[in-house]
């Protein structure tokens, strides 16, 4: 179970990012968080994992205060949270494989890291994990040859891979067509009922969280102005709450996501030339 307690959020700029946040998630539950951009998901879903600090209040994860956590603490908690990013976070050069295995860098020491010296076992995992998102064809495969589509699911393939109980993500659909974007979800969706994993996602479709969460948290400020079974989630209830802006910011933010991803994969290409 997840407990946020009276958790806020104020960045070095003065801007309020989470405003006094009492919230409780279950474990095997699938939520979706909506808002409008700037309304505190991004801050709210990052501080699950300690990528943002918190100002205040306390974060729990069944009964262990990640908030209060030491580094070796910390490591061994993130161990059990994947973590899927807008712009997919693989290592582009790299093959399939190897960023699929990096899912179990959380238990393994540096030297071990380093040198790659992955087992048997987990080899296994990885080609268990790409076959259960339709990616066994493409364990060898350089990963920036690969569709936008194909790259998000490697890393869900990763948090297969980490075994990880609590699956994070952010915008994951954002650059993505419509078509994808269900596949995608769908991904999440069997991992969230066949394998009982805590999901929540980050997301602009108000129809997609409808389709795929059992519940839908919305923020507006840095609060929490919506939360309820997605059934409740109406268009009318929206609109009373955020205006017709709600049901218009998802083109945008597919715009920015994919403008995002090209500047991603621009800035990586630069780092590799660099490195050779």
């Known amino acids: 179970m997840i407990e946020f307690k009276n958790v806020s959020k104020v960045f070095d700029n003065g801007v309020v990012g989470l405003n006094d946040i009492n919230l409780t998630i279950d474990n095997g539950e699938f939520v979706c968080i909506i808002g409008l951009s700037g309304a505190g998901k991004s801050t709210l879903l990052r501080s699950l994992n300690r990528l943002n600090n918190i100002t ?4 729990s994860i069944n009964g262990e205060s990640i908030t209060q956590a030491n580094a070796k603490e910390l490591r061994h908690m993130r161990r059990n949270i994947g ?12 093959t399939v494989q190897k960023n699929v295995i990096s899912g179990r860098l959380g238990y393994y020491n540096n030297w071990q890291t380093l040198l ?4 048997k076992e987990d080899y296994d ?5 790409l076959e259960k998102v339709g990616l066994a064809d493409k364990l060898k495969v350089r990963s920036d040859s690969l569709s936008g589509g194909q790259q998000q699911r490697v890393s869900i393939a990763r948090t297969i891979v980490q075994e990880a109980e609590l699956i994070l993500a952010d915008e994951p659909v954002s650059a993505l067509d419509p ?5 995608v979800m769908n991904d999440f969706k069997r991992l969230n009922e066949e394998a009982n994993r805590t999901i929540i996602i980050n ?10 969460a059992s519940r839908i948290i919305g923020m507006r ?5 919506f939360d309820g079974p997605a059934s409740e989630a109406t268009d009318a209830k929206l609109s009373e709450i955020y205006g017709k802006a709600i049901f218009e910011t998802e083109k945008e933010a597919r715009q920015e996501a994919i403008e995002a991803r090209i500047e991603s994969d621009v800035q990586q290409e630069i780092q590799e030339e660099t490195n050779i």
């Open 116 to 119: 790659g010296l992955f087992s």
């Open 179 to 183: 078509v994808t974007s269900e596949t």
């Open 83 to 94: 973590m899927i990013f807008q712009q997919f976070n693989l290592v582009r050069k790299n």
């Open 203 to 212: 997301i602009h479709s108000v129809p997609l969280a409808r389709k795929y």
């Open 221 to 225: 400020d840095g609060e929490i102005v």
């Open 125 to 129: 995992r990885t080609e268990k994990a």
């Open 56 to 59: 205040q209040g306390d974060i």
